[in-house]
């Protein structure tokens, strides 16, 4: 015998299978303020699907734009901070909900969009006073000739993958990672020495087994303007070959910038010059992210470089740069590259991979990327940050999927 369900579970029905019943329908924003002595920080979540759009207003006053949000709940009552007067919505006629943000006399702010682990759009404030004059964010590294007794020899720290008992990736022949890298790290060494104005810096000599956050912390302590690090790729089918060259994910700096912050206290470095075991916690996070931010692009752009030398003589296996969280490349003021030179786990790559000729010619495409990259690269780290200017940075959301 049929029972035909009650109409009104069938409509319940249809709306958790539709897409717009996934949806909160009262497609709410978040939004939290925190103050600190010197900066505060503002933090907007809004819904997947929904837009935020930073806007200059008036001059003491920051207009976020939202599409697709019907209410912001909730909102802070920033009451005796020193960078914030007031904050209040405002609807539009089209259907757009704006959040205005009232700032105090001569304040000055920086904006980041990027999207959370969970895929919401997401957009941070960072509210300064102004400084008499006004400052410029920092810089990645830009050209300067790097000859003459008196300028900063250009630090380069090359990484041979793995060492001692961590064997690395093994190829069918017998080969070792380890072993293979170590090869050309050292006859790219030897290449680097010839270059004037550059100085590398090897950061395992033999075949030692060295964790992947001392080789991180060996590259800042030689103050190095540049890290690569090398490897042999390995997968399950035999045919995949070329080589890749990977940065920082997105995910992975946001990851590496929390443990910093949460270790401040017990940490005695510097981050890009600046000590943060004094500085209240918000002040540390922005000064962080700017260090983080400019060393990511400083990053790209030296991939970029290696990557378009590697292409001439060298089979690619993915265009362009990749991403992914590896721990030697989580430097926050160290721009740091990974390069997969080939895949191991290919017969024939690994052949090649023990061929020394063929190491001679990974090496000398590796030697040129990084000439390139130093004719647009200041030999410095990144310089001590001051208080920004307003400006909007969009972050990457893209965190490629890594084999």
């Given at each position: 015998?049929?029972?035909p369900?009650?109409?009104a579970?069938?409509f ?5 299978l539709?897409p ?13 303020l925190k ?5 505060t ?15 200059a ?5 920051l ?8 209410a ?10 020193r ?16 959040l ?5 006399p ?7 969009l ?11 404030v ?21 000859d003459?007794?008196h ?13 001692g ?10 080969s070792q990672?380890k072993d293979?890298?170590l090869?050309?790290?050292r006859?790219?060494?030897a290449?680097l ?10 950061i395992?000599q033999?075949?030692?087994?060295i964790?992947?956050?001392q ?8 103050h190095?303007d540049?890290?690569?690090s090398?490897?042999a ?8 070959k ?10 992975g ?6 443990r ?5 206290e017990?940490?005695?470095?510097r981050?890009?010059g ?5 500085k209240?916690?918000?002040l ?5 992210d ?6 990511l ?10 990557l378009?030398?590697l ?23 160290v721009?740091?590259?990974?390069v997969?030179?080939a895949f191991i786990?290919?017969?024939e790559?690994?052949?090649k ?6 190491q ?10 990084i ?10 780290t ?5 208080p920004p200017?307003r400006?909007?940075?969009a ?9």
């Amino acid at each position: 015998m049929r029972h035909p369900f009650p109409a009104a579970f069938l409509f319940a029905l249809l709306m958790l299978l539709s897409p717009a019943g996934w949806a909160d329908p009262a497609a709410k924003a978040t939004v939290s303020l925190k103050s600190g002595t010197n900066v505060t920080r503002l933090l907007l979540t809004v819904p997947k699907g929904a837009s935020l759009k930073p806007q200059a207003g008036r001059a003491d006053q920051l207009i976020v734009a939202m599409e697709g949000v019907e209410a912001l709940p909730g909102l802070p009552n920033p009451a005796g901070d020193r960078h914030v007067a007031a904050l209040h919505t405002r609807s539009k006629a089209n259907g757009r909900l704006d959040l205005i943000v009232e700032l105090r006399p001569a304040a000055e702010y920086r904006t980041l969009l990027s999207v959370t682990d969970a895929g919401n759009p997401s957009l941070t404030v960072d509210v300064t006073a102004a400084r008499a004059t006004a400052s410029r964010p920092p810089q990645a590294p830009v050209a300067k000739a790097a000859d003459g007794p008196h300028r900063k020899r250009f630090v380069v720290a090359l990484d041979a993958g793995h060492g001692g008992k961590d064997t690395g990736a093994l190829g069918a022949g017998g080969s070792q990672e380890k072993d293979i890298v170590l090869a050309i790290a050292r006859k790219l060494e030897a290449l680097l020495n010839a270059e004037p104005g550059i100085r590398p810096v090897m950061i395992r000599q033999n075949d030692e087994f060295i964790d992947l956050r001392q080789r991180m912390e060996r590259a800042r302590k030689e103050h190095a303007d540049l890290f690569v690090s090398l490897h042999a790729d390995a997968y399950n089918d035999p045919h995949a070959k070329g080589a890749s060259v990977f940065t920082l994910s997105e995910h992975g700096a946001t990851s590496e910038a929390a443990r910093r912050l949460a270790d401040r206290e017990n940490a005695a470095d510097r981050i890009g010059g600046v000590a943060l075991q004094d500085k209240d916690e918000v002040l540390a996070s922005v000064l962080l992210d700017l260090t983080q931010n400019a060393t990511l692009e400083a990053s790209d752009r030296a991939a970029a470089s290696i990557l378009q030398a590697l292409q001439k003589s060298h089979a690619i296996h993915q265009p362009g740069i990749q991403k992914a969280g590896f721990v030697v490349l989580k430097s926050p003021d160290v721009p740091s590259v990974l390069v997969e030179t080939a895949f191991i786990s290919n017969p024939e790559e690994e052949l090649k991979l023990r061929s020394p000729a063929y190491q001679d010619q990974i090496a000398a495409a590796l030697a040129e990327g990084i000439r390139s990259y130093l004719k647009r690269t200041r030999p410095a780290t990144v310089a001590p940050i001051s208080p920004p200017v307003r400006q909007e940075v969009a972050a990457s959301v893209t965190d490629k999927v890594v084999k």
